[in-house]
């Protein structure tokens, strides 16, 4: 009797995760599918805590609560602008649960041979999860510098580390009961994790944060198999196809593959290009003359990058846009997919400073639309914007889609200084005839504009 | 291969299967939040954790579980909190201009 309820409500709970992820296909029901998960969650929960392995509360009612005091709060007061890191190190958690879990498994149980296969799985995704995902906290959250940190070798030193925890694996499922090994490969997955991690620059980390949110998923659906239990295997199966996904996403936003990101330290040597800026001239613009020209431009698309997140800078861009949609003209925001720090940063930052959903366009959907733009607003974006990646294949990011701004009737970039972006890269489009430069802060020039479209 | 592990397999190919197929059709725009969702979800690591802590297998178990039920709490917790703050900014332009008016 008490196993058809528990898996009634894994059941019912599986279906929710999956019914709560449908809802996330439009952002009218993506409110009420996460209202399912959760409550799908807490299904599985009630389901759990009425196993009869349970025997004591105190230690998981104890652990409920110290959870919810620190999960709660940060809920409720991580600001948007940190959502990056945030994921980053809530990554983290999730792996470290399905790890302990793991090794509490083997130290009480021990293992078989099938069983291995599961367990093994389990603490090797989880532990690299564990210490990746925490590397990729620090560089977010500027702990460590967030460049890419190289040496020679490293890549040899990676693949032998990768291939010594295989053959402890394939070891272990053959002679499970070897304890020091066990913990060993434990050791070497959270070193796995910091190393991977190392030579990942800030432009890359959309792929690497996918991919340690897919990790993290495949860990707990081992869980899953280790103990056997069905509604670890499909919530984790599940992360793990997002994260996956998200992660081909990215990539294929770079024109790279994965190998490419995870072994590339792209950006660390700076590549030499073989157009330079030499003999190049760029044309400056006081906030004055920006000023006038978008406050009579009848068409505006704004393209946002990883400088407007920086400077905070999203806030200001939407009274901008206002000032401009009430002298007439139209404001349209283009987003790239690896614009910012993770899959959709500018999005949420947007969103944020209350800019309708509806005005962001992807970059199939407002490409077309730049040559009929008036002007084109670069707020702190870089290479999504190099003209590079279509005509110069010396350049590294060649083959990359790109937001075809320098297509427009003029631009407008918004930039602190003449320093190449994260990639080390010359940017063509900084010195095309169309272009004006407003140098400073994205922020207090944006200000500066405000106040003077408002004088007009 | 046991029976039971087989079966184990068909559930999570077919789960990663049905996860693929919904999550190719949520749009950019909603990709941050999809990583914040699946990250709560994934802690549902959470019930191999209470099984860990509440099964009295002796001490070490028991503070591992103990541990363990505290991060994928923080996981859970937070991701679905700061999910649905997410969620709630996204507006489409008419819901905006209400809240703007009132």
Known sequence: MRTYFIETMYLASSVLFILGLKGLTSPEKARRGMNYAAFGMLLAIVGTLVQQDIVRYDWIIGGLIIGSIIGIPIGLLVPMTAMPQRIAISHMFGALAATLVGVAHYYVHGSSHGNMVALGFEVLFGSLTITGSFMAFAKLQELIPGRPMTYTGQNIVNIACFFCAVAIFIYLIIFPANVHLFYAMIGLGLLIGVMMVLPIGGADMPVVVSLLNSYAGLAASATGFAIGNNVLIIAGALDGASGFLLSVLMSKAMNRSFGNVLFGAFGAAAVKSTKTAAGLTVHSISAEDAAMRLAYARSVIVVPGYGMAVAQAQHVVRELAELIEKKGGEVKYAIHPVAGRMPGHMNVLLAEANVPYDKLYDMEQINPEFPRADVALVIGANDVVNPAAHDDPSSPIYGMPILEAEKAQSIIVLKRSMNPGFSGIENELFYNDKTSLLFGDAKSSLTKVVGEVKNL | ?102
């Open chain 2, 1 to 102: 291969m046991s029976q039971l592990e087989i079966i184990q397999l068909y559930v999570f190919i077919l789960a990663a299967f049905v996860g693929y197929q919904v999550i190719t059709r949520v749009p950019p725009l909603l990709h941050t939040p999809l990583m914040s969702a699946t990250n709560a979800i994934s802690g549902i690591s959470l019930v191999g954790s209470l099984v860990a802590a509440g099964a009295n297998e002796g001490q070490a178990a028991t503070i591992l579980g103990f541990v363990a039920v505290i991060s994928a709490t923080i996981n859970v917790v937070g991701g679905f909190i700061i999910t649905d703050r997410m969620l709630r900014m996204f507006k489409r332009t008419d819901r905006v201009v209400e809240k703007d008016s009132k």
